[in-house]
């Protein structure tokens, strides 16, 4: 139970995220602290919720999933540790744990109010590196969760976009935009499945129109849009060694159709 | 003694950290090598600077702290070692320790000339790599001070702009702006607690004024300005959600003024 | 044999790298996974493979060098290990570990087909995580390297760019740019020494001469341009304290010339 990954909004331009580990290995000299991502856009905690759905469960069962996206910091949104059945998750209590905890539900969740596991003074500022760094340090030793604070029963939600469904149309949105210009939806592949049932269909997005799934990026030719079922699970629009982003100027919120023929 | 923290301008996009780490691994298996940055901009010193001198305490007692930016590789300017009550420094004397000395005096500085624990043959290009590297390397197994060269007295000093008072004003200026565009000053929280002594004070920056010291970033509404001391230790300007370096336009050297009513 | 280099052009700004370093956990907790460079452009397979050669024998003998720049991902290329003397590469067949390759000669080369060491359902896009990173993990826990498949002979080339020689010219071209602008050359020292044999020589490049090799970058004045042996082992022209990219509008493929006078 020694691992912790790390989601962040501080970027790698400054020191922050080297001090937060500094600060777990003053605490536990043990703990191997693993990047999931720190350059999720500065307070983006849907991103990073996204982000954390789409990673938690590759790593070691016992891992602390430490995740500081904190547009609130100092004010009176929780600090909480949550527990599932396989990982610890510590953060913030804006709804950046909520993707996650979709998937793999609480099992008991603690807010997190002894300071005693705090790194005093304790900063308005840096809650990342006085409250979640040393209490994510002290839980990957094995300290018990009652240690931390009192049990709660429920978390800030977040709000992820729905689909919208007609008979003949099933109408989602881009969710996320990856490096490679790569888009997700917010169509997964079982919804997708369940809604063509073996039938024919197109997807379309920004007036074009694709008529198949792919299974890999190059079914297409070089530069040639395809639709496929990405690594995140979800419904994805990419453009073969090119970015899909820029073919289709699509951003996040940009509309994608699927539509039974 | 086994963390080597690691603080360079070498950026992401290139071999050179991760060459670095790999030849600290081949002298030290065991060691736990951890980035404190990697992004300074090339040649920034006083970044540099400035960065370790907010980090260095946060890690276990007895970390190696290896800094690399290093305009002068291949001069004449020297490789030292310079031990702390708690800490090991290494790096060139170009004043790139300096802010973190002024914080924990040191206790012995060595010149490091001794090249059989260099990596051979020495570039002239790439000392992170050829010198400091190995150095910080065998440090952190234990290899003592006097094996890597000759005790000095003095090691170069980095200009830290001073801060101006008269009776009715501090006046100091923008020294660091963050990955969020907060505004960091070069006064610190007892320098401006000294200053105000309990009386009213207003900041001045870019023709603004701010009345007085926030807590934390959300006591502003969204996008509105703010001036708190920040979790680096200093007087800082913020905007909540936004970034006050674009809504001052100030870059470093802008004039942040303190001035009691 | 705990060491796993990671080269990519996966970015950090989304969680994939961080998602091989998970799976890589989850199989073999002891693994140390060590960054070389994940910010190779898309798709550059030139520029990894650049990268690898400059950097793997720098590392611990018996590491993994997990390489994945995989534009062909889910098509018919292969997935590979190869050993040599020292080390252990693992990729996608496509070239990216050709010029290390050169270096240090394969002693065995295995085609990756045994799917009990992939991660279930293998996705058509992100073999990254499905297949390199576990079968990295298991070599890395000392699975011997007939479980993963069977022995071919032979690897896909990069295209390196050759040199042009006539009796008093040596052509070359600039191969990389590192994120200091310096402009690193396909003339290796060794060709560049057996070409002028101690005969003086000038070097062009965008209709400037430079009259000498330096030795560090600080021999030109500030802003001035020099032509070095970089830490690459190669030809490199630089600027002093400044980028010779900018200076000499140069990209990759600009001509280089040596001249004997």
């Known amino acids: 139970m020694n691992t912790i990954s790390l989601l962040t909004d501080f970027g790698l331009v400054d020191h922050f995220v080297g001090v937060m580990k500094g600060v777990i290995l003053k605490i ?18 849907f991103d990073a919720a996204f982000l954390l759905r789409n ?19 100092g004010t009176e949104r929780k600090a909480v540790i949550v527990k599932t059945k396989n990982y610890f998750f510590v953060g913030p209590d804006n709804g950046v ?9 609480p099992t008991k969740i603690i807010h997190i109010t002894n300071d005693k596991y705090f790194l005093k003074p304790v900063s308005d500022t840096f809650h990342g590196r006085d409250i979640f760094a040393p209490v994510a340090a002290y839980l990957s030793k094995g ?20 689909l919208c469904y007609d008979e003949k149309k099933l109408k989602g949105e881009v969710v996320y935009i990856d490096r490679f210009g790569n888009l997700i939806t917010n169509i997964d592949s079982r919804a997708l499945e369940k809604f063509i049932k073996g039938n024919k269909f197109i997807i379309k ?21 395809l639709a496929l079922i990405g690594s995140f699970g ?10 899909a982003s820029a073919y ?14």
């Open 234 to 243: 979800f419904l994805e629009v990419s453009v073969n060694i090119g970015s």
């Open 143 to 162: 300290k018990s969760l009652s240690n931390f604070g009192k049990k709660i029963g429920f978390l800030k939600n977040l709000e992820f976009p729905d």
């Open 205 to 225: 997005i920004s007036g074009c129109t694709l008529d198949k799934l792919s299974r890999g990026y190059s079914e297409a030719g070089t530069d040639a849009p």
């Open 248 to 261: 289709f100027s699509a951003r996040k919120g940009t509309a994608v159709e699927v539509e039974i023929l």
């Open 97 to 105: 744990l909520d993707l996650a905890l979709k998937e793999e539900k």
């Open 55 to 73: 990673s938690y469960a590759y790593f070691p069962n016992g891992t602390v999933h430490l995740v500081v996206v904190d547009p609130g910091v």
């Open 28 to 45: 536990n000299p043990a703990a191997s602290v693993v990047d999931i991502c720190n350059e999720v856009k500065p307070q983006g905690i």
